[in-house]
């Protein structure tokens, strides 16, 4: 279950009886969440209040879902309250987002982000993060589509006075962005009682609410030219919003007061940097804002360009690569922003850079810097995999600082990919070494589904199924094989050999071979089922299922994974001289970081060598299945 689920009554009752807490956090913890105290604490101050309040306002048989998990997402909801509306009858649900906040002020002059007393950095305005709760849910349960009316959503301030959170009143609210204090707690009371029928029990809508199918997820590559063109198609929660905010906010202080400032955003695979970068690239573009986007990897801007830009030349002029920025003018475009940062380099230049050009060359952080009044950096620093990518945050702020900028640092904690299961990124950081926590077993958690096949044919036939029932598919390995141009005849080699099964990489060049894609559309094109991705083509995109060839880069020994460079076939790992060999271990482990966690439902695992598949066996025992019904 993705709720710690209870009646109101029963609510007050552990409540009362001091165990709430516990009971709790054997539920989240259950479901492959860490607990912390500050958790318990939260529950046991903020909680105790809510259940009194559904008491005295006679709500005893509402159903309350405690730190509810949305789908697809690691984030969770304070609490859910289920329950029938006393006007139409129908399923009636209420959002409630606690806060224990006591005094809270706009964020400079932003109406969105505010600042909390004794809280690092802005925070979302919390009638702003109830709504945007509301909408996810439903944009992604079925049980609530075409039935917006039957959500509602409030923040409830319960130790805040009203003078001191009054400019938090300023913005206008809705029923799915009401702000409640401790002051208005008759209000609360009267608000719940207008969309909780006090005499109807909950638990019905709660069990349907609980067994909605859900929708897949919006694919960004496909809403990407409508993101741009038309409105947001992506509701950001929490810490992707305050990104997005402070950006926008930073671009009306820079045209205001001639002022530059810089936002790093980092966070892990699938936490939405993608999705960020696209909403602000469209919301600048409605408002008229110079801004503009760019990657250091081929596959990802030219994929962008064929999507996003679709049908517009003005639009693919928009995505650009971070070398492109050598001769820009200062501060001559509004905002910069640089997706997948982790991948900048430390100069431009390049062997086809012309030698005027060469002469007085900047590195090419200071001139991604330079570029724009607010530079935008979204990374992720375990997809660093290549020899030269300097891309990090210290590295970024202390730059800018030494420049005299101004730098706001996000951090995003949520999985948006992987089904939304942190157990599963957790997982994969302990196995790969990424993490002080050694390598567990995995059970399964009901939200991805983790799978180890024992030859490389078993995985393709699987991720066949999978493609040919609809779904997008890839298998991708690290590279371990040589990688041969294309035959005369047009055919591509089948380099990629385990035992008597063999399949070619993916295309060299950016044009196709045969019915092969080239090599920038290998992940979005349904063509490139068929040819094994590499690192290189495959980070930055998302598939629904993914295969993973482990190859004799990185085997089991000892209990623990290891690196073999001397299997790695880069050439830019040749030279132990420019790559160390504590170096090429980190990018070893951290290129099947990024192949491990390009699935949005499932991976299958596939290891070369013999000790190693026998290691992950041991590991991988799932006992639960994907258990989200989609539709």
């Not at 997402?73 to 029938?84: E, F, K, N, Y």
């Not at 302990?430 to 096949?453: C, Y």
């Not at 779904?471 to 089948?494: F, H, I, K, N, Q």
């Not at 044009?511 to 040819?531: E, H, I």
Request: aromatic letters at 8%; hydrophobic letters at 40%.
């Amino acid at each position: 279950m993705s709720a710690f689920r209870v009646s109101a009554a029963g609510l007050l009752r552990l409540a009362t009886e001091g165990t709430l807490a516990d009971r709790i956090a054997e539920q989240v913890w259950m479901s492959g969440h860490g607990v912390s105290p500050a958790e318990r604490n939260a529950w046991g101050r903020s909680l105790s209040v809510l259940a009194q309040d559904l008491a005295d306002a006679g709500l005893d048989a509402v159903e309350v879902l405690v730190e509810y998990q949305l789908p697809l997402t690691s984030r969770r909801i304070d609490a859910v309250l289920a329950g029938v509306h006393p006007r139409t009858g129908e399923d009636s649900f209420v959002v409630v987002e606690l806060k224990q906040w006591s005094y809270a002020t706009r964020y400079e002059d932003s109406d969105t982000l505010v600042d909390v007393e004794h809280a690092p950095g802005p925070r979302l305005h919390p009638g702003i993060q109830v709504g945007d709760y509301c909408q996810y849910l439903i944009d992604f349960l079925g049980l609530l589509a075409g039935q917006g009316n039957t959500v509602r959503g409030a923040a409830y301030l319960h130790n805040a006075a009203d003078r001191d959170i009054a400019e938090l009143f300023e913005r206008p609210a809705t029923d799915r962005s009401r702000i409640f204090t401790k002051q208005r707690r008759g209000d609360f009371l009267d608000y719940l009682r207008a969309a909780l029928d006090a005499g109807e029990p909950g638990a019905a809508a709660a069990d349907r609410f609980l067994k909605s199918t859900v929708r897949p997820s919006r694919h960004l590559l496909t809403y990407a030219a409508r993101e741009l063109k038309e409105r947001s198609h992506f509701t950001l929660l929490d810490e992707q919003r305050v990104a997005y905010e402070l950006v926008l906010h930073a671009v009306e202080r820079a045209r205001a007061a001639d002022h530059k400032s810089v936002v790093v955003v980092s966070g892990g695979p699938g936490s939405g940097k993608s999705v960020i970068a696209l909403s602000l690239l469209g919301e600048l573009a409605r408002q008229g804002r110079p801004a503009l986007h760019a990657t250091g990897s081929k596959s990802f801007t030219q994929t962008l360009r064929r999507y996003a830009g679709k049908g517009s030349p003005r639009l693919k002029n928009m995505f650009l690569y971070f070398n492109s920025f050598m001769t820009a003018d200062r501060n001559g475009i509004d905002v910069l922003i640089c997706d997948e940062a982790h991948r900048i380099r430390e100069t431009s230049v390049n062997r086809f850079t012309r030698s005027a050009q060469r002469q007085g060359a900047r590195s090419q952080l200071e001139e991604l810097l330079a570029a724009a009044r607010v530079p935008v950096f979204l990374l992720d620093e375990h997809q660093v995999v290549k020899p030269g990518e300097l891309g990090n945050v210290d590295i970024i702020t202390t730059y800018a600082k030494k420049l005299n900028l101004e730098v706001d640092v996000v951090s995003l904690h949520d999985q948006f990919r992987c089904g939304g299961s942190e157990a599963y990124e957790r997982w994969v950081l302990s196995l790969l070494g990424l993490t002080s926590q050694p390598p567990a077993g995995w059970e399964g958690d009901g939200r991805f589904d983790l799978r180890l096949a024992e030859t490389p044919e078993e995985m393709e036939s699987f991720l066949a199924a999978k493609q040919a029932a609809g779904e997008t598919a890839r298998m991708a390995a690290g590279y371990c094989w040589p990688w041969s141009d294309p035959r005369p005849d047009g055919t591509l080699v089948s380099d990629v050999r385990v035992g008597g099964w063999s399949r070619p990489w993916n295309v060299k060049s950016d044009r196709s071979v045969g019915d092969a894609p080239g090599s920038p559309f290998w992940a979005t094109d349904p063509q490139g089922f068929g040819q094994v991705g590499c690192v290189y083509t495959a980070q930055g995109f998302e598939y629904e299922w993914s295969g993973v060839i482990i190859g004799p880069d990185l085997v089991a020994r000892g209990g623990r994974l290891v690196t073999n460079r001397d299997e790695f076939k880069d050439p830019t790992f040749r030279s132990r001289k420019t790559v160390s060999d504590a170096e090429a271990d980190r990018l070893i482990r951290n290129t099947y970081k990024v192949l491990m966690t390009r699935g949005m439902r499932g991976t299958v695992l596939y290891a070369v060598d013999a000790e190693t598949r026998a290691f992950l066996a041991g590991l991988i025992s799932a006992r639960r299945g994907l258990e989200t019904v989609y539709r």
